[in-house]
């Protein structure tokens, strides 16, 4: 059986840093959606169901922080991993961000090959827990 590509959620206001990023995981083989706002970004998870969320956390309206409490709430997210991306990653941001229910954080610029190389290892995590649950089940 061969698996369909996995769903990342690329969050962003900024129309550039979401085409970037698009492009880049597309041509990992990625699906990608996309949302311009965190009141999007709760709307495009309930709808999609992503398989990981990159999540920028400064957005006008609702930023990234309260957009990861909002998705976190539905039991569904508990362990979709979602990466927060952001030009102020200080010490205190990454600490609001894990809070939140962030699995990580990266700081902008973007270290693609760090990464993806996060995004490989979430992806392969989540495949194998999907795996375990219907084993388990089978019981």
């Known amino acids: 059986m061969?698996?369909?590509p996995s769903t990342i959620l690329i969050v962003d206001d900024y129309s550039d840093n979401r085409r970037l990023l698009s492009t880049w995981l597309r041509?990992?083989?990625?699906?990608?959606i996309e949302?311009?706002?965190g009141n999007e970004a709760?709307?495009?998870?309930?709808?999609?169901s992503p398989d990981l969320i990159l999540m920028d956390?400064?957005?006008?309206?609702l930023d990234g922080i309260e957009a990861t409490r909002q998705i976190r709430q539905r039991r569904s997210f508990a362990h979709t991993p979602i990466f927060a991306i952001s030009a102020y990653a200080t010490r205190d941001v990454?600490?609001?961000?894990?809070?939140?229910?962030?699995s990580d954080v990266f700081a902008k610029p973007v270290d693609f090959a760090a990464l993806l190389s996060r995004i490989r290892g979430a992806l392969a995590t989540r495949s194998l827990d999907r795996i375990k649950a219907r084993a388990a089940g089978a019981d």
């Not at 041509?27 to 990608?32: D, K, P, S, T």
């Not at 990454?94 to 962030?102: E, K, S, T």
């Open 42 to 48: 709760v709307l495009q998870a309930n709808r999609t």
């Open 35 to 37: 949302a311009e706002n």
């Open 27 to 32: 041509a990992q083989g990625y699906r990608v």
């Open 57 to 61: 956390l400064t957005m006008p309206g």
């Open 2 to 4: 061969i698996e369909a």
């Open 94 to 102: 990454r600490a609001d961000a894990l809070a939140a229910g962030c």
